[in-house]
């Protein structure tokens, strides 16, 4: 046996009315709508709607209620049964249930929208030459209907709806709110809208071509539109345009960095009425640098009419308007190069984002986008003019530990630690085969810079296995190598793996959950790197330290040179760190004062513990 649905209509029409919407405002674009919607159908038929839609304000009523009027279609008895009582019941469709075009509305619930203000709703009526029609809705979901009496006829076709206030909603039908609202909805209606005496509609939409209009003049027009609506004076004014979706407008670009996981909203209207001031998802994600403006005839809107309905069109619609873009994007590199350099300057990111993705912008970047480099900024065109390969370093921190080494072994070197970077440099091959890219770690220098010759190697062999019993407690490998600058005593070198797998160990070592140590430890078994310290057997100081044939003054330069060489390179400092900076200094100042370092302990600082454990993990 079937059932119907049992439906609580008072819930319903609270649902609807008080849930569906962000604000109570948008009662007077349902209305607006409405009117004109049924001047529409008027006009269709060959009916005079010149007089336009006409607002009288509380204030202006007498009895504190709002009204509407319109010249429009008007409805009979029937259809007020039908359309007006019935929640979801629209004209506005066609026979398949498709919203038809010419019309604004569709789902034949927006009139509810005005119980969020009022507590009644009365519509009186007259469609042709039928008797007019009086119609009061209730909140809860009653309604009355009846034909007018004599001495209530409409003396022309049309419609007035009136609204009686909810309490504590009064203000929401008072002149100034209505003017302010009926403004900011209807400006743009081709139909003439009055709130009391003032005509809240006419002038040029933004995007209109107005005849003898200059160029200057319309930039200007476009910028003080941006200026009043959206608060900013516009870097440039991109056209939009899509005609399959009966779209028009214009997008304003920030003049200021935005925050590219913020998603931008924009101002929509739908066949010239405002449809929201925070659409969402008009555009692609990474054109986070534009706020739009726009007036579409064909996408459609969700019920709330808060929001687009994400459909085909909408899809089609975005890519056309990314084109759009991106297209005005690659016209400025071409033409004003002064204004795309500092367009890159605001916005480098939003453009970055996109270039991970699309070659054009990847080539626009690598023409006119100067990235930092060992041999000063350099745009990667430049850059591989000069120097052939793209040799570059996937992190700002192993840039600044090898840029000025690498320089001096005339090795030029991209820093490619900023977001996005490395992968766009790694991308360059994709829009230019000819183009070759090569990362370069701090592991693969070290392997670059020039071994010593086998005479000199033999005699630092002690130095360096004292050298290397000094750095074991910090889990450090040791080397010695003939580098350039000469000033440079020692390198400390970690590439980004390795740093990775010493935070692992580290967080193993601390874990106190055995199963979490063990997970931990498996990322790390198999590598047993290390970060190294390169001593410059080049570096006079070095040479010195090499030969001094002291154990304790050995000590005593290997770690100060280990602590300089992490300073230098910008490495944050553990505990072992900081303990072996102050036994080296306090040490060494000792034995230079004539005296010996003394044994560990009894210098005045703190000391470091020479049996304690090291603990790796930076
Ligand atoms: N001013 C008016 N003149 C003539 N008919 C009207 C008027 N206002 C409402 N109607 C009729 O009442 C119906 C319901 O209106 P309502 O605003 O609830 O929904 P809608 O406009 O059809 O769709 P939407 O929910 O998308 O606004 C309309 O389809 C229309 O037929």
Known sequence: MGYTFHVDLRGIVDLLSHHLYASPQVYVRELLQNAVDAMTARRAVGGDVSDGVRIEPAESTGDGTLRIHDPGIGLTESQVHELLATIGRSSKRDDFGFARQEFLGQFGIGLLSCFMVADEIRVWTRHGDEPTVEWTGYADGRYEVRLAPADRQRPEPGTTVTLAPRRDMEHWLGTETVRRLATLYGSMLPVPVRVGDTLVTGGPAPWDDVPAESGPSRRARLENYCREVFGFSPFATVDLAVPEAGLRGVAFVLPAPANPATRVAHRVYLKQMLLSESIEGLLPEWAFFVRCVVDTSELRPTASREALYEDSLLTEVRDVLGDRLRGWLTRLGRGDSGQLAEFLRIHHLGVKALAVHDDEMLRLLDQWWPFETNQGPLTLAEFRD???????????????????????????????????????????????????????????????????????????RPFLATAQRTLDRFGVEVQVNAFDPVSLPALYLLDGDTGLRMDLRHGQQEAADETWASILGSFTVGHDERPRLVLNHRNPLVRQAVGIGDEELTVLAVEGLYVQALLLGHQPLRPVDTAALNQSFLGLLGRAMGGGAGPAGTSPGPVVDRDEPTGEGR
Do not use: M
């Open 386 to 460: 000069r120097y052939g390969t793209v040799r570059y370093s996937p992190s700002v921190d192993e840039f600044r530990q090898i840029a000025s080494v690498a320089a001096a072994q005339s090795i030029p070197v991209v820093n490619a630690g900023y977001v996005y970077d490395s992968a766009l440099v790694a991308r360059l091959p994709d829009v230019d085969p000819s183009i070759r890219v090569e990362a370069l770690s701090s592991t693969d220098l070290a392997a670059e810079l020039e071994p010593l010759d086998p005479a000199a190697a033999s005699a630092v």
